[in-house]
């Protein structure tokens, strides 16, 4: 089924849904690159993977209470009778991250990487190993001679692609952001296109290598598709509220696009 909204689609952020999203979405759009980058490149998908504390609350199976005048023996007595507070249990251990970029390669140089083509996710937004990760893996590209191109579509987060934000024009507000940085003009040039919710999502210029015009790719067919193969109509469930929430005229502008699309969902 086709997407409800023009542009990103908000409900696709939530964080039980982005890591399937941003894996199809990646797929795809290496897909849509090659077909028109080949024959003398190829965009390939390569892994960084990188260690992140989890940290998330459990719900003990019991709790060992303090014992009444009538109550059977507690299990741990030097608990109990010590009158301590049940614990909040907290699970820290490492968590191996795996996140996709795309690559395109030069067949013709022995497969010397033109492009990086990062998509960001929620752990790059935030401080941690995975903002850290990502900024390095950003620094090697800004001093290589491949071209760099981000893709944030995430509301949520600090800002984490190569140009400084403080740098766009007093007013211009966006909710996602493209960016190309090309490596044959000077590395403080950045191509952007930022969009708002209600607008579709840009189509792109791709550098190759020199000589050789770019390629245009239209990252709201990739989000399309991406959106068509994971089914997420049918397993978001838009009456429920977004999260992150979305407030003021865009909440009010995306429920009236839900209202219109659920009622024409219903059997006549």
């Not at 937004?125 to 995430?154: F, N, P, T």
Request: net charge neutral; with cysteine; proline share 9%.
């Amino acid at each position: 089924m086709s997407m409800i909204f023009p542009g990103m689609d908000p409900y696709l952020e939530d964080p039980s849904l982005w890591p399937g999203v941003h894996g199809r979405f990646i797929v795809h759009l290496a897909d849509a690159l090659s077909a028109k980058v080949l024959p003398r490149y190829v965009a390939t998908i390569e892994e960084r993977v990188y260690l992140e504390g989890a940290d998330r609350s459990v719900r003990p199976d019991f709790v060992v209470r303090q014992a009444g005048p009538e109550a059977p023996a507690p299990v741990f007595p030097e608990v109990a009778e010590g009158g301590a507070d049940a614990a909040v249990l907290l699970r820290d251990a490492p968590e191996l991250i795996h996140e996709r970029l795309v690559n395109i390669l030069d067949l013709q140089a022995g497969r010397r990487v033109v492009a990086v083509i990062e998509v960001v996710s929620p752990s790059n937004k935030r401080k941690g190993a995975g903002r850290e990760s990502y900024r390095l893996k950003q620094r090697d590209v800004l001093a290589s001679d491949a071209h760099l191109m981000e893709i944030d579509l995430l509301r949520a987060g600090r800002h984490v692609l190569a140009f400084r934000k403080e740098r766009i024009p007093p007013g211009r507000r966006y909710d996602s952001m493209t960016c190309v940085n090309r490596a044959r003009d000077s590395r403080d040039l950045f191509e952007l296109y930022p969009r708002l919710l209600p607008e579709r999502l840009p189509r792109v210029r791709v550098p190759l290598a020199d000589g050789d015009p770019d390629v245009v790719l239209d990252i709201q067919g990739v989000l399309d598709r991406t959106y068509e193969t994971g089914h997420y109509r049918k397993i978001i469930d838009y009456t429920q509220p977004c999260v992150p929430p979305l407030r003021g005229h865009n909440f009010v502008w995306a429920r009236n696009l839900i209202d219109q699309a659920l009622s024409k969902d219903k059997p006549s």
